[in-house]
T-cell receptor, first 111, second 114 residues
Protein backbone atom coordinates (compact mmCIF):
# COMPACT_ATOMS: atom_id res chain seq x y z
CA UNK A 1 0.00 0.00 0.00
CA UNK A 2 1.51 3.30 -1.09
CA UNK A 3 2.10 5.82 1.60
CA UNK A 4 2.94 9.37 2.48
CA UNK A 5 4.14 9.50 6.05
CA UNK A 6 4.29 12.63 8.15
CA UNK A 7 6.52 12.26 11.16
CA UNK A 8 4.20 13.78 13.74
CA UNK A 9 0.42 13.84 14.13
CA UNK A 10 0.46 16.53 16.79
CA UNK A 11 3.08 19.11 17.72
CA UNK A 12 3.14 21.90 20.26
CA UNK A 13 5.89 24.48 19.88
CA UNK A 14 6.72 27.79 21.46
CA UNK A 15 6.79 31.10 19.63
CA UNK A 16 10.20 31.71 18.10
CA UNK A 17 11.20 28.06 17.92
CA UNK A 18 12.53 26.55 14.71
CA UNK A 19 10.18 23.77 13.65
CA UNK A 20 10.79 20.91 11.23
CA UNK A 21 7.94 18.97 9.68
CA UNK A 22 9.06 15.84 7.89
CA UNK A 23 7.35 14.01 5.05
CA UNK A 24 8.42 10.76 3.39
CA UNK A 25 6.79 8.99 0.42
CA UNK A 26 7.48 5.49 -0.82
CA UNK A 27 5.97 5.82 -4.31
CA UNK A 28 9.01 7.25 -6.13
CA UNK A 29 6.96 10.34 -7.00
CA UNK A 30 8.79 13.32 -8.43
CA UNK A 31 6.32 15.89 -7.14
CA UNK A 32 5.84 16.77 -3.49
CA UNK A 33 3.78 19.48 -1.86
CA UNK A 34 3.19 21.17 1.46
CA UNK A 35 -0.23 22.65 2.25
CA UNK A 36 -1.78 24.17 5.30
CA UNK A 37 -5.48 23.82 6.00
CA UNK A 38 -7.46 26.27 8.09
CA UNK A 39 -11.21 26.51 8.75
CA UNK A 40 -12.89 28.76 6.22
CA UNK A 41 -9.74 29.04 4.10
CA UNK A 42 -9.38 25.53 2.76
CA UNK A 43 -6.09 24.12 1.51
CA UNK A 44 -3.40 26.64 0.68
CA UNK A 45 -0.17 25.72 -1.06
CA UNK A 46 3.00 26.70 0.80
CA UNK A 47 5.80 25.16 -1.27
CA UNK A 48 6.24 22.40 -3.79
CA UNK A 49 9.05 20.50 -5.42
CA UNK A 50 9.25 18.79 -8.80
CA UNK A 51 12.64 17.21 -8.26
CA UNK A 52 15.45 16.69 -5.79
CA UNK A 53 17.02 19.96 -4.60
CA UNK A 54 14.33 21.86 -6.48
CA UNK A 55 11.68 24.02 -4.77
CA UNK A 56 9.03 26.47 -5.85
CA UNK A 57 7.01 28.92 -3.81
CA UNK A 58 3.32 28.32 -3.56
CA UNK A 59 0.67 30.84 -2.63
CA UNK A 60 1.72 31.49 0.99
CA UNK A 61 5.47 30.84 1.38
CA UNK A 62 6.18 33.65 3.84
CA UNK A 63 7.62 32.38 7.11
CA UNK A 64 8.40 28.95 5.67
CA UNK A 65 11.22 27.22 3.85
CA UNK A 66 11.66 23.69 2.50
CA UNK A 67 14.34 21.15 1.84
CA UNK A 68 14.42 18.26 -0.61
CA UNK A 69 17.77 16.51 -0.41
CA UNK A 70 16.36 13.10 -1.37
CA UNK A 71 13.55 12.21 -3.71
CA UNK A 72 11.46 10.54 -1.04
CA UNK A 73 11.75 13.25 1.61
CA UNK A 74 10.35 16.78 1.67
CA UNK A 75 10.77 18.85 4.79
CA UNK A 76 8.93 22.01 5.79
CA UNK A 77 10.77 24.43 8.06
CA UNK A 78 9.29 27.19 10.16
CA UNK A 79 12.31 29.38 10.82
CA UNK A 80 10.73 31.17 13.79
CA UNK A 81 7.32 29.82 14.67
CA UNK A 82 4.52 32.30 15.29
CA UNK A 83 1.00 31.81 16.62
CA UNK A 84 -0.52 32.50 13.20
CA UNK A 85 1.23 29.38 11.96
CA UNK A 86 -0.97 27.22 14.16
CA UNK A 87 -2.65 25.01 11.59
CA UNK A 88 -3.07 21.57 10.07
CA UNK A 89 -0.14 20.86 7.73
CA UNK A 90 -0.62 18.37 4.93
CA UNK A 91 2.10 16.84 2.77
CA UNK A 92 1.25 15.27 -0.59
CA UNK A 93 3.03 13.62 -3.45
CA UNK A 94 1.93 13.02 -7.04
CA UNK A 95 2.91 11.94 -10.52
CA UNK A 96 0.24 14.03 -12.27
CA UNK A 97 -1.42 17.34 -11.34
CA UNK A 98 -4.21 16.89 -8.83
CA UNK A 99 -3.65 13.18 -8.38
CA UNK A 100 -2.37 13.57 -4.87
CA UNK A 101 -1.66 11.08 -2.18
CA UNK A 102 -1.81 12.91 1.12
CA UNK A 103 -0.25 12.16 4.44
CA UNK A 104 -2.35 12.05 7.59
CA UNK A 105 -1.42 15.60 8.49
CA UNK A 106 0.39 17.30 11.35
CA UNK A 107 -1.64 19.50 13.64
CA UNK A 108 0.77 22.18 14.83
CA UNK A 109 -0.02 24.45 17.74
CA UNK A 110 2.27 27.40 18.42
CA UNK A 111 1.90 28.86 21.90
CA UNK B 1 -10.88 35.07 -11.20
CA UNK B 2 -10.47 31.31 -10.90
CA UNK B 3 -12.76 30.05 -8.16
CA UNK B 4 -14.35 26.86 -6.91
CA UNK B 5 -17.49 27.13 -4.82
CA UNK B 6 -19.12 24.24 -3.01
CA UNK B 7 -22.57 23.91 -1.57
CA UNK B 8 -23.99 23.31 0.88
CA UNK B 9 -21.34 24.25 3.42
CA UNK B 10 -22.62 21.52 5.72
CA UNK B 11 -25.25 18.83 5.57
CA UNK B 12 -26.82 16.39 8.01
CA UNK B 13 -28.63 13.30 6.78
CA UNK B 14 -29.89 10.05 8.24
CA UNK B 15 -28.13 6.79 7.60
CA UNK B 16 -29.40 5.10 4.47
CA UNK B 17 -30.49 8.31 2.76
CA UNK B 18 -29.02 9.72 -0.44
CA UNK B 19 -27.46 13.14 -0.83
CA UNK B 20 -25.92 15.34 -3.50
CA UNK B 21 -23.09 17.79 -3.07
CA UNK B 22 -22.47 20.60 -5.54
CA UNK B 23 -19.34 22.17 -6.97
CA UNK B 24 -19.42 25.20 -9.28
CA UNK B 25 -16.25 26.53 -10.80
CA UNK B 26 -15.06 29.49 -12.82
CA UNK B 27 -11.72 28.08 -13.89
CA UNK B 28 -10.17 28.42 -17.30
CA UNK B 29 -8.65 26.69 -19.08
CA UNK B 30 -10.14 23.59 -17.48
CA UNK B 31 -8.02 20.46 -17.20
CA UNK B 32 -9.80 18.15 -14.77
CA UNK B 33 -11.90 18.07 -11.61
CA UNK B 34 -11.43 15.81 -8.61
CA UNK B 35 -13.46 15.01 -5.55
CA UNK B 36 -11.65 14.21 -2.32
CA UNK B 37 -13.00 12.80 0.94
CA UNK B 38 -11.36 13.98 4.14
CA UNK B 39 -12.10 12.27 7.43
CA UNK B 40 -11.70 14.39 10.53
CA UNK B 41 -8.05 14.75 11.48
CA UNK B 42 -6.81 12.91 8.38
CA UNK B 43 -5.51 13.84 4.95
CA UNK B 44 -7.83 13.97 1.91
CA UNK B 45 -8.28 10.82 -0.17
CA UNK B 46 -9.16 10.97 -3.86
CA UNK B 47 -12.60 9.63 -4.79
CA UNK B 48 -12.81 10.35 -8.48
CA UNK B 49 -11.42 12.43 -11.33
CA UNK B 50 -13.47 13.96 -14.13
CA UNK B 51 -11.97 15.13 -17.41
CA UNK B 52 -13.59 17.44 -19.93
CA UNK B 53 -15.14 14.65 -21.95
CA UNK B 54 -16.61 12.70 -19.04
CA UNK B 55 -20.15 13.27 -17.81
CA UNK B 56 -20.49 10.63 -15.13
CA UNK B 57 -18.15 8.43 -13.15
CA UNK B 58 -18.90 6.08 -10.28
CA UNK B 59 -16.82 4.75 -7.43
CA UNK B 60 -18.96 2.38 -5.40
CA UNK B 61 -21.76 4.38 -3.79
CA UNK B 62 -20.22 7.64 -5.00
CA UNK B 63 -21.22 9.02 -8.39
CA UNK B 64 -19.70 12.21 -9.77
CA UNK B 65 -21.13 14.19 -12.66
CA UNK B 66 -19.63 16.98 -14.70
CA UNK B 67 -21.32 19.53 -16.94
CA UNK B 68 -18.49 21.38 -18.64
CA UNK B 69 -20.88 23.79 -20.33
CA UNK B 70 -22.35 25.11 -17.09
CA UNK B 71 -19.12 24.45 -15.16
CA UNK B 72 -20.85 22.41 -12.52
CA UNK B 73 -20.07 19.10 -10.87
CA UNK B 74 -21.97 17.08 -8.34
CA UNK B 75 -21.13 14.20 -6.05
CA UNK B 76 -24.04 11.89 -5.28
CA UNK B 77 -23.81 9.50 -2.34
CA UNK B 78 -26.22 6.60 -2.36
CA UNK B 79 -27.45 4.71 0.70
CA UNK B 80 -25.29 6.70 3.06
CA UNK B 81 -23.36 5.04 5.86
CA UNK B 82 -22.01 6.41 9.11
CA UNK B 83 -18.51 6.17 7.64
CA UNK B 84 -19.49 8.68 4.96
CA UNK B 85 -19.33 11.40 7.62
CA UNK B 86 -16.47 13.56 6.37
CA UNK B 87 -15.61 16.69 4.46
CA UNK B 88 -15.86 16.43 0.68
CA UNK B 89 -13.59 18.72 -1.27
CA UNK B 90 -13.77 19.62 -4.94
CA UNK B 91 -10.58 20.70 -6.70
CA UNK B 92 -10.19 21.92 -10.26
CA UNK B 93 -6.96 21.73 -12.22
CA UNK B 94 -6.32 24.38 -14.85
CA UNK B 95 -3.57 25.32 -17.22
CA UNK B 96 -1.03 22.96 -18.73
CA UNK B 97 2.50 21.74 -18.21
CA UNK B 98 4.51 23.78 -15.73
CA UNK B 99 1.71 26.34 -15.52
CA UNK B 100 -0.85 23.85 -14.24
CA UNK B 101 -2.44 24.91 -10.96
CA UNK B 102 -5.07 23.58 -8.59
CA UNK B 103 -8.00 25.58 -7.28
CA UNK B 104 -9.48 24.05 -4.12
CA UNK B 105 -13.00 24.44 -2.85
CA UNK B 106 -13.68 24.88 0.87
CA UNK B 107 -15.50 21.58 1.13
CA UNK B 108 -18.89 20.34 2.27
CA UNK B 109 -19.04 18.87 5.75
CA UNK B 110 -21.35 15.86 5.76
CA UNK B 111 -22.67 14.26 8.92
CA UNK B 112 -24.53 10.95 8.66
CA UNK B 113 -26.56 10.23 11.76
CA UNK B 114 -27.96 6.86 12.83
Amino acid sequence: DVKVTQSSRYLVKRTGEKVFLECVQDMDHENMFWYRQDPGLGLRLIYFSYDVKMKEKGDIPEGYSVSREKKERFSLILESASTNQTSMYLCASSTSPGDYTFGSGTRLTVV
Amino acid sequence: KNQVEQSPQSLIILEGKNCTLQCNYTVSPFSNLRWYKQDTGRGPVSLTIMTFSENTKSNGRYTATLDADTKQSSLHITASQLSDSASYICVVSHGAGNNRKLIWGLGTSLAVNP
